[in-house]
């Protein structure tokens, strides 16, 4: 008889403890993965702040269980293009960096907003990138709970632009003085571009690369030829040239003049009009 009582009392207490273990268990999932922001396509190194890119991830059925969220990336943090890596950084809810091997998220109210940050300053090259997020769900006894995949897809687009060197706008007069047979000019101002990718620069001259008369334009002409960066040539024809992108996010072109040689020429003002045009190539 009293073997029998003690058998009572002991499955007494595990009918008592069922039901504890019952109200400790977590059954949160991944809701609904929202795209808040993103100017990732038109992030440029000389930017003032970083391009950003931020979602929210909603949690249903967290019961308040403290769930919280790994999140790790295919690319180990990293965008991938077809010619190079762009690292990015990850902000949490509270404004702070979290660093690639602790990428731990907490929820505020079943929500967590995440940012993804390219800092100013990156060297970027126009084109299409990718990266896959991993989102992994645990609860406080790191039990796993729920995964998905976010997949990141970005164009970055190409720009370029073209600007003279020392000068406060896109047009410059050059005075060279007397002209002399033969004679190079070097005083002419530079051009710097800035450019995401490969860009071609198209050169035209509006009396086809001679200096005419200021009287008379169809009598009294010098020709001339220029060099850009090292390359002499005629604008007879409009000219052509591609630059290659070389991993920075500008470069400058010089150009110099050599006045062909003449003879018997009328005195008087000599003038011609270069416009110097740039354009990315998209591939």
């Not at 505020?108 to 090259?125: E, M």
């Not at 769900?137 to 370029?160: C, G, H, M, P, W």
């Not at 620069?201 to 690369?209: C, D, I, K």
């Not at 604008?235 to 072109?253: A, E, G, T």
Request: hydrophobic fraction near 35%; aromatic fraction near 14%; charged fraction near 25%.
């Amino acid at each position: 008889m009293y073997i029998n009582k003690i058998r009572l009392i002991f499955s007494g207490m595990i009918f008592l403890m069922l039901p504890q273990y019952v109200i400790a268990q977590c059954d949160a999932r991944i809701g609904e993965i929202r795209h808040l922001y993103d100017d990732f396509e038109s992030y440029y190194s000389s930017q003032p702040s970083p391009a950003r890119k931020e979602f929210r991830i909603n949690l249903v059925n967290d019961n308040n269980c403290n769930a919280y969220m790994i999140l790790t990336t295919e690319n180990q943090y990293r965008l991938k293009g077809q010619f190079q890596y762009i690292k990015y950084q990850i902000r949490s809810n509270n404004q702070n960096f979290i660093l690639p091997s602790r990428a731990r998220f907490n929820f505020v109210d079943s929500t967590a907003d995440i940012d993804l940050l390219i800092p100013v300053g990156a060297v970027v090259r126009a084109g299409a990138y990718t990266d896959n997020l991993l989102i992994k769900l645990f609860d406080d006894n790191n039990t796993l709970l729920d995964e998905k995949y976010v997949e990141i897809q970005e164009d970055i687009i190409s720009r370029a632009s073209i600007s003279i060197l020392g000068y406060n706008s896109h047009s410059s007069n050059v005075y060279l003085g007397e002209l002399i047979p033969s004679k190079e000019y070097s005083m002419l101002p530079s051009f710097k571009v800035i450019t995401n990718t490969d860009v071609r620069l198209n050169v035209y001259s509006e009396n086809r690369g001679e200096l005419r008369h200021g009287v008379y334009k169809a009598k009294y002409a010098i020709s001339y030829f220029i060099n850009l960066d090292g390359e002499w040539v005629s604008l007879k024809q409009n000219y052509s040239r591609v630059f290659s992108y070389n991993r920075k996010d500008d470069f400058f072109i010089n150009l110099k003049m050599r006045i062909d040689d003449f003879k018997k020429q009328a005195a008087g003002e000599y003038t011609d009009i270069l416009r110097f045009q740039i354009s990315p190539l998209n591939y």
